[in-house]
C-alpha cells in the first residue's frame, strides 16, 4: 500500500489513534498486581508470567502505534497551531520513545523471576536498578515529558478548535492518571485512565477516519465551520 496519497496517511493515523489506547487498554486490564517493592514484583511476576509478559508486549506494541497517531495530531494542528503543535507533538514523542525502553525493560524482569533465576540476587539487582539516577532517569524524563507535551498539545487542540472542547482536558486527565497509575502501582487507575484515553483519542482518530482528504490536508471541517457560524451571527 502506497501512502504517500493523504487519504492514506489520514487511515494510517486515524486507525493508530483508535488502536494505542485499546492496546494500551487491553494491556492494563490483563495486568497483574503491580507491586513498588522489587521483592514482591518479581513474586507476583513469578506466579503471573503468562499475564506479565501480554501486559508487557501489549504495552510495547501500543507505545510503537502511538507514534503515527502523534504525527496525525501534529498534522492537524500545522496550519491554526504550528507552534503548540510542534512543540507539544515532540515532546510526546521524545516521552513515548523513552516509555518504549521502560516496556522493553519489563521483559527483563519477565526473566529475572524465571524459577531459575537466584530470587535473593535479581531482587538486589533490580533494586539497585531501581534506585541509581542513572538508570532512572530517562524513565523520569519520559513521564515528564509526556505530560508536559500533552498539556502543550491539548491547548493547541483546544486553539485551533479541530476537535470538540472536552477532549483537550480528557487528554490531561487520562496522561495524569495514567502516569499516577504506574507510580502508584494501581491496575485499577491504569485501566480506567486508558479507557479515558481510549475515548479522546478515538473520538479523534474517527474524526481523522472521516475527514474529507481536502478537509485532512487543509484546515479540518470542524475549524472550518466554527467561524463560518460566528461571522453569521
Do not use: C
Not at 6 to 30: E, T, Y
Not at 50 to 77: C, E, K, Q, T
Amino acid at each position: 500500500m502506497k501512502l504517500s496519497g493523504p487519504h492514506h496517511f489520514r487511515r494510517l493515523a486515524g486507525a493508530s489513534l483508535v488502536l494505542a489506547p485499546l492496546l494500551l487498554l487491553a494491556s492494563s486490564a490483563v495486568s497483574p498486581a503491580l507491586k513498588s517493592d522489587e521483592g514482591a514484583q518479581l513474586a507476583v511476576i513469578a506466579r503471573h508470567p503468562d499475564r506479565f509478559y501480554l501486559f508487557s508486549m501489549l504495552g510495547l506494541v501500543s507505545a510503537i502505534v502511538l507514534v503515527p497517531a502523534l504525527l496525525g495530531l501534529m498534522h492537524m494542528l500545522r496550519e491554526r497551531a504550528p507552534g503548540w503543535g510542534y512543540i507539544g507533538g515532540g515532546l510526546m514523542m521524545l516521552g513515548n520513545l523513552l516509555s518504549i525502553g521502560d516496556w522493553m525493560g519489563n521483559f527483563v524482569q519477565w526473566q529475572m523471576a524465571a524459577p531459575s533465576a537466584d530470587r535473593e540476587q535479581m531482587t538486589a539487582l533490580l533494586t539497585r536498578l531501581d534506585d541509581t539516577p542513572g538508570s532512572a532517569l530517562p524513565l523520569q524524563l519520559s513521564g515528564f515529558a509526556f505530560l508536559l507535551g500533552t498539556a502543550v498539545l491539548a491547548i493547541g487542540l483546544y486553539r485551533a478548535r479541530t476537535v470538540p472542547a472536552w477532549i483537550a482536558p480528557a487528554l490531561v486527565v487520562g496522561i495524569v492518571a495514567n502516569l499516577a497509575g504506574f507510580v502508584a502501582s494501581s491496575v485499577e487507575l491504569l485501566i480506567a485512565s486508558s479507557a479515558v484515553l481510549l475515548a479522546a483519542l478515538g473520538w479523534i482518530g474517527a474524526i481523522a477516519l472521516t475527514e474529507s482528504d481536502d478537509g485532512w490536508e487543509h484546515t479540518p471541517e470542524l475549524a472550518r465551520a466554527r467561524p463560518a457560524a460566528s461571522s453569521a451571527r
